[in-house]
């Protein structure tokens, strides 16, 4: 493991935390265009982070270390995937931690910390927020695994780095049955694992139709700036997962040059606006779906998975 290694998991660190929340702001933009309004600009949601640090932080009274660990829970679970799997290069120095189910696992156990604090605070609307959480994510979690683990089976590897670098070997693999497949339930799970419409609205405060924001009405100050900015994080990151997992193209390889770090940067931050800007565009066409029909949503997503699986292996050789 050389130098520009450790350079390249650092680089990739420093683009998540410094860009997720300018993703957010290009999203908002791109639905304030759709919708005939000026917006508040890119940059707003780092200047609303700002103004959550100077507030004053209340603790409910009543709650417990839960409450007040579960943003930090949260933030350092989404650090620790952005940090091992390919985001800006291959082969960064916690590749060998970058196992499907290690990832997926993390992202539980951030979703869990969350759902905890909302059932901390003793309130009905954070139960209410922590029951559809966790609800949902007994459906995405599962699929998740099943939609990466078939495209693991082609590679012979569940691990992400060893994926992304089979898929530039060979391309043909992704734009198949299976891949196609997997996909698509990705991307369904993808809109409930970061509570966007039609499963979740960002931006209501409907007591009830909230699932996210039901769970973080009681947090304030640094805590919500931290919780805001680890769900911008956790957008971002898988985002970038889907993107190079699918059209890994121009991420840098195993101890990469500068030249070939500044293009990986570039190249996955144009994957991921792209997709950004496509998901806030479809979310202003779509409207948000009933409680009771998000699990049959997330089902046929999974069944999706399953056929994915199904597919790679009966196709693979």
Request: zero cysteines; a negative charge; hydrophobic letters at 60%.
């Given at each position: ?7 390249a998991?650092?680089a990739q ?7 997720a929340p ?6 908002r933009?791109?639905r ?9 600009g890119?940059?707003q949601?780092?200047?609303?982070l700002r103004k959550q ?8 009274q009543?709650t417990?270390?839960?409450f007040?660990?579960?943003?930090a ?8 995937i952005a ?6 290069a291959?082969?960064s ?6 196992d ?6 993390l992202?539980?156990v ?7 604090a ?17 609800t949902?994510?007994?459906?995405v ?8 683990f078939a ?15 089979n ?7 992704v734009?198949s ?10 991307a369904?799970v ?6 966007r419409l039609?499963?979740?609205n ?8 909230m ?11 640094p ?26 193209w ?5 101890n990469?040059?500068a ?10 931050a ?6 950004a800007?496509t998901?806030?565009t479809?979310?202003?066409f779509i409207a948000?779906l ?7 949503l997330l089902?046929g997503s ?5 056929l ?5 292996n009966?196709?693979?050789?």
């Open positions: 493991m050389t130098a520009m290694a450790f350079v998991g650092a660190l420093v683009t998540v935390m410094a860009g300018l993703l957010v702001g290009v999203m933009q791109v304030a265009a759709w919708e005939g309004r000026a917006g508040a890119v940059g949601p780092w200047r609303d640090l100077g507030k004053q932080q209340i603790t409910p009543g417990t270390v839960v007040a660990a579960a943003p829970v949260l933030a350092g679970t989404t650090l620790l940090a091992v799997i390919p985001i800006v291959t082969g120095p916690l590749d060998p931690a970058a499907l189910f290690a990832v997926v696992g992202l539980f951030g979703t869990v910390a969350l759902s905890l909302g059932i901390d605070t003793g309130t009905a609307f954070g139960g209410m927020g922590a029951s559809r959480e966790i949902i994510a007994a459906l979690e599962p699929t998740i695994l099943l939609a990466v495209l693991s089976i082609p590679a012979g590897s569940a691990n992400l780095g060893a994926l992304v670098a898929t530039l070997q060979h391309p043909g693999q734009a049955l299976t891949g196609l497949l997997a996909f698509v339930a990705l369904v993808i809109l409930a694992e970061t509570g039609p499963v979740d960002p931006a209501t405060h409907l007591e009830l139709t699932v996210h924001e039901a769970m973080v009405l009681e947090y304030s100050g805590r919500l700036a931290l919780i805001e900015w680890a769900s911008a994080m956790r957008l971002t990151v898988l985002l970038a997962l889907v993107a190079n997992l699918f059209v890994p121009g991420i840098a390889e195993a990469p040059t030249v070939e770090l500044l293009l990986g940067i570039g190249a996955i144009a994957k991921v606006v792209v997709l800007v998901l806030a479809m979310e202003v948000k009933r409680l009771f029909r998000v699990p049959e089902a999974f069944l999706l998975a399953l994915a699986v199904t597919s790679a009966f196709f693979t050789v």
